[in-house]
């Protein structure tokens, strides 16, 4: 249980660095002899393979109105009883383009992929991305579709394997474990055919045994905690997955309540408030009361935490979550959006018995769009040249029937945090409110990391080695408190 956590972790925190085209991270990510194979062209071999075959979206980071986001969903785990490899496949949903250019493109791929252990650390060993459909965003892909060709420097360094080739809308890559129900292999449909059913790269090493020397007494302590650590990923997942839920649903309440009894949750460009009275409290100024719109609701912002890494104290008791906002918004009295944004670093603690968010911060948007019909590249060019006066955030959108509601420094005047958001400093210069400057797509917001790299170890140029607010009130960390703040280094697999 242990190990597939930590796989899980390597394969979302891969999305987060090509979403910012950090291609050096990515690169880490791999073992030396690692290999990827992109579906309908070929296969690069190691690093300089690798990191060819990442910059066919681009060079390394992103520039202004470039967007590159991949967001990786249903990632399946299936370990092999060495506990040495395991096989990873799910989806990845591409949101692309250039707003400078009114270029935008959807993109969907299945991913399946062979992680190995070297040294205690997992790495990726084979990256297999074959692609479903890649369409023009103002087409959609009834009407659109585009086959990806690469030529000169970014031909890959083989073919495909025979194997491998097929006509793209008749291949399905391989599942990676048997049918959860029957226990037999999933076959391909009729006139379908199944691709990527054997490993691209030789046998993996069987890692070194395990230490069974210690007596019994001691092996069933260290048994006992391992399987802490493992309830703590699901309870932060559950609980993140929650919060998302009763956001949707304006629940300001239940919402609160899956905060500790010294639970801190940031109000967007407000600031933070600490404990269920006071979270809920704000909750309601800034959103108003879900009781009262119940018959007259036009709109619904959904709140879709995916793609979580999830790294947990030794002691299972504490662990820290990041995760990505995929946020559609409906509404009947304006037009819908969709914006992205990151939950960079929330705390949660286990307190009597049950997981609760501890601190709770978003950084908002990363992009953002006027209307479905424009989408992210249809947004006006905005300045990002110094000297030229600052952008301001757009007025809030009116929505008929609402009792009054309190937004940003509105919510502060009435109801000031326990921490406004205007006191961080360097922390929050990147918020659309705040200290900073109030960038808005098409800017491209520096992001913030409360881990490093999970293989080798790189700390990226906007690190929080603890909780957002925590330097400037330092009782807000778990510390403070008794509990172990989960360690932002590479995690290895404790055999």
């Known amino acids: 249980m242990n190990d597939e956590s930590l796989v899980r972790?390597?394969?979302?925190?891969?999305?987060?660095?090509?979403?910012?085209?950090?291609?050096?991270?990515?690169?880490?990510?791999?073992?030396?002899?690692?290999?990827?194979?992109l579906g309908g062209n070929g296969i690069y071999i190691g690093a300089e393979g690798v990191r060819k075959a990442h910059e066919r979206m681009?060079?390394?980071g992103l520039t202004y109105g470039v967007l590159n986001d991949r967001l990786q969903f249903d990632t399946v785990v299936t370990l092999a009883p060495s506990r040495g490899e395991a096989q990873v496949r799910g989806i990845e949903i591409g949101m692309l383009g250039d707003a400078k250019k009114g270029e935008a493109y959807w993109e969907v791929s299945v991913y399946n992929n062979r992680f190995t252990k070297e040294d205690g650390l997992w790495k990726v060993r084979e990256m297999r991305v074959f692609p479903v459909f890649r369409s023009e965003y103002n087409l959609g892909w009834g009407k659109s579709r585009i086959i990806e060709t690469l030529t000169g420097k970014l031909v890959p360094d083989q073919p495909l394997p025979a194997a491998d080739a097929g006509v793209q809308d008749r291949i399905i890559p391989a599942f990676v474990s048997t049918h959860p129900v029957t226990g037999k292999p999933v076959a391909a449909p009729p006139g379908m055919q199944l691709i990527a059913t054997q490993p691209l790269t030789g046998t993996i090493a069987l890692p070194?045994?395990?230490?069974?020397?210690?007596?019994?007494?001691?092996?069933?302590?260290?048994?006992?905690?391992?399987?802490?650590?493992?309830?703590?990923?699901?309870?932060?997942?559950?609980?993140?997955?929650?919060?998302?839920?009763?956001?949707?649903?304006?629940?300001?309440?239940w919402l609160s309540e899956i905060f500790g009894k010294q639970g801190t949750k940031q109000i967007p460009f407000a600031g933070y408030y600490t404990g269920y009275n006071r979270i809920s409290k704000a909750l309601f100024l800034e959103y108003g009361d879900p009781i009262s719109l119940s018959s007259k609701k036009a709109s619904v912002a959904f709140h879709w935490r995916i793609q979580p890494v999830i790294i947990v104290a030794p002691d299972g008791r504490s662990a820290r979550l990041r995760t990505y906002l995929f946020h559609p918004n409906t509404a009947k009295t304006r037009p819908g959006t969709l914006f992205g944004a990151i939950y960079p670093d929330d705390h949660l603690i286990l307190e009597d018995g049950i997981w609760r968010l501890w601190n709770l911060s978003l950084d908002e948007p990363y992009f953002d769009m006027p209307d479905w019909k424009r989408g992210w590249s249809g947004v006006n060019d905005?300045?990002?040249?110094?000297?030229?006066?600052?952008?301001?955030?757009?007025?809030?959108?009116?929505?008929?029937?609402?009792?009054?509601?309190?937004?940003?420094?509105?919510?502060?005047?009435q109801y000031r945090p326990d921490v406004p958001i205007t006191e961080l400093g360097v922390l929050q210069e990147h918020f659309r409110g705040g200290t900073g400057e109030p960038w808005e797509w098409p800017m491209i917001l520096p992001m913030w990391w409360g881990y490093k790299n999970p293989v080798s170890g790189r700390t990226p140029d906007l690190f929080l080695p603890d909780c957002v607010p925590c330097n400037y009130a330092p009782d807000m960390s778990m510390t403070k408190h008794g509990y172990l703040l989960p360690s932002t280094d590479p995690v290895r697999s404790d055999d």
Do not use: C
Request: aromatic share 12%.
């Open 9 to 37: 972790n390597l394969q979302a925190a891969y999305g987060y660095y090509v979403n910012r085209r950090m291609w050096e991270d990515v690169t880490d990510l791999f073992s030396e002899d690692g290999v990827y194979e």
């Open 58 to 60: 681009g060079p390394a």
């Open 208 to 253: 070194a045994g395990r230490n069974t020397s210690a007596d019994t007494k001691t092996r069933l302590q260290e048994a006992e905690r391992k399987l802490m650590v493992a309830k703590a990923y699901d309870g932060a997942e559950n609980v993140s997955t929650a919060y998302g839920f009763y956001a949707d649903d304006s629940q300001w309440d």
């Open 382 to 413: 905005k300045p990002a040249v110094a000297g030229i006066p600052r952008p301001e955030p757009p007025p809030r959108p009116v929505i008929l029937n609402r009792p009054k509601r309190f937004f940003g420094a509105e919510l502060v005047a």
